[in-house]
């Protein structure tokens, strides 16, 4: 599969993150969700934990790993997307923030990275 754009690579690796928490028992309850101009990547349940997943998807790690790009600026942004999600679903009980990492170099196999409890809320 030939990915080009950034917007491509990016729903694929959505796609790997999505397989891989499934695989590891999660269930996916949203993708892509929006409030405003605020976006979760994928809101997933771990029993009764309460799980936000960024996705983070390169071609390379030439200009530094996808999980760099968790900036303090993008985990304010997913915070306070994380509070909309909890105020509307009126959700009681625990959440965390997890990270998965993805780098997928053209004709090979996309190395992947999971990282529970990423950044603390």
Do not use: C
Request: net charge negative.
């Amino acid at each position: 599969m030939s990915l080009n754009t950034n917007t491509e690579i990016g729903k694929e690796g959505e796609r790997l993150a999505v397989e891989l928490l499934r695989k590891k028992g999660l269930e996916i309850l949203e993708t892509n969700w929006h409030f405003h101009h605020l976006e979760l990547d994928i809101i997933a349940r771990d029993g009764d934990m309460l799980v936000f997943v960024e996705v983070k998807t390169r071609k390379t790690s030439y200009f530094g790993f996808p999980e760099d790009a968790v900036t303090p600026q993008k985990i304010s942004r997913l915070l306070n997307a994380a509070e909309a999600y909890i105020l509307e679903k009126n959700f009681q009980g625990d959440s965390r923030f997890d990270l998965v990492s993805i780098i997928m170099p053209p004709g090979k196999v996309p190395q992947i990275e999971y990282f529970m409890d990423a950044f603390m809320a």
